[in-house]
């Protein structure tokens, strides 16, 4: 595996530190795979969230998290899955380097069977995908292609337990609150037209 890319030398550097290079390849030889199983689909469609990491031109990191409802992410294919961008700070960080450098990195917790999965791939940001008006709520639509998927060892995932999704996820039929930092005096004027009547 020595031409492998999924590990870099400063993987291995740590890795022949701590005697970890065999378990790393092995875990690589059983667990990661380009293409998404059937088991991946079903985390992903029960997924309420998702932790996204990107960087800029320049390698800065960016770490964002993105909720919804359960089925908010779907897998298109057995490369392909799509985000909706909701409304937010407008600060766009996370997809704003998508533009600059398209490479990204999800995490995928379930806290209450403590398991996750990881899918790293490229991105791309659309306000004319063709599935955007299938996503109620969504601003634009970002699709990610996958590169590499594995699940992540669960070990020190906390136990926890959903006790109810956020009032402010799009769905079907449903206007969400505005939140209120959008009424403070110290925002209210920098807010674009459509947001200052307070409504979204």
């Not at 030398?9 to 092995?26: K, P, V, Y």
């Not at 990661?32 to 990107?54: E, K, L, P």
């Not at 806290?111 to 955007?132: C, I, K, Y």
Request: proline share 8%; charged share 25%.
């Amino acid at each position: 595996m020595a031409d492998d890319p999924i590990y870099h030398d400063g993987m291995r550097q740590l890795q022949d530190a701590r005697d970890t290079r065999r378990i790393a390849d092995r875990l690589a030889q059983m667990t990661w795979h380009s293409t998404f199983s059937d088991n991946d689909r079903a985390f992903i469609a029960g997924s309420a969230m998702v932790f996204v990491a990107t960087a800029d031109e320049r390698g800065q990191p960016e770490c964002s998290y993105k909720g919804g409802l359960p089925g908010f992410i779907r897998v298109l294919d057995e490369r392909t899955l799509v985000i909706p961008d909701y409304d937010g700070n407008g600060m766009y960080r996370s997809w704003g380097n998508v533009l600059v450098n398209p490479h990204v990195g999800l995490l995928f917790p379930d806290f209450e069977r403590q398991q996750r999965l990881r899918v790293n791939g490229t991105a791309s940001v659309s306000a004319s995908d063709p599935l955007r008006d299938s996503f109620p709520g969504a601003v634009f639509i970002v699709r990610v292609v996958a590169g590499q998927i594995f699940p992540n060892c669960p070990r020190y995932l906390h136990k926890m337990q959903l006790i109810e999704h956020s009032t402010y996820a799009p769905r079907p039929d449903y206007a969400p609150p505005v939140p209120a930092w959008k009424s403070f005096a110290e925002f209210r004027d920098a807010l674009p037209p459509r947001d200052r009547d307070g409504k979204d």
